[in-house]
């Protein structure tokens, strides 16, 4: 098991940015794939973004239609941190937001569905503006 530590959560006006941080308590952390998701109030949790993990450096990811080209996911395995940049935010993007990790024997491999995580943070509150 592994915890996870979410924080950058905030209130931001429509068009406006924040960049989301994920902790994890686990040595090594390259081993984990990693995602976020959020969930809106009378909503179903859904997939934001997601990446793999890497021996090297070069990472895949895959996004929501919903965030592509606004959202970017990006991890530090030094600083055992996961990152969501988000820009042109939006009304809709206000949701708590969930890092989630789980373990992949491969690398490059990104899992997008919330059944095969098994590690999950304690969330945090994106609001948007109008």
């Known amino acids: 098991q592994v915890q996870l530590v979410e924080s950058g959560g905030g209130l931001v006006q429509a068009g406006g940015s924040l960049r989301l941080s994920c902790v994890a308590s686990k040595r090594p952390f390259s081993r984990y794939a990693m995602g976020w998701f959020r969930q809106a109030p009378g909503k179903e949790r859904e997939f934001v973004a997601a990446?793999?993990?890497?021996?090297?450096?070069?990472?895949?990811?895959d996004y929501a239609d919903s965030v592509k080209g606004r959202f970017t996911i990006s991890r530090d395995s030094a600083k055992n941190t996961v990152y969501l940049q988000m820009n042109s935010l939006k009304p809709d993007d206000t949701a708590v937001y969930y890092c989630?990790?789980?373990?992949?024997?491969?690398?490059?491999?990104?899992?997008?569905?919330?059944?095969?995580?098994?590690?999950w943070g304690q969330g945090t509150q994106v609001t948007v503006s109008s």
């Open positions: 990446i793999s993990w890497s021996a090297g450096n070069i990472y895949y990811a």
């Open positions: 989630a990790a789980t373990v992949v024997s491969q690398e490059k491999v990104v899992v997008t569905s919330s059944t095969e995580y098994d590690n």
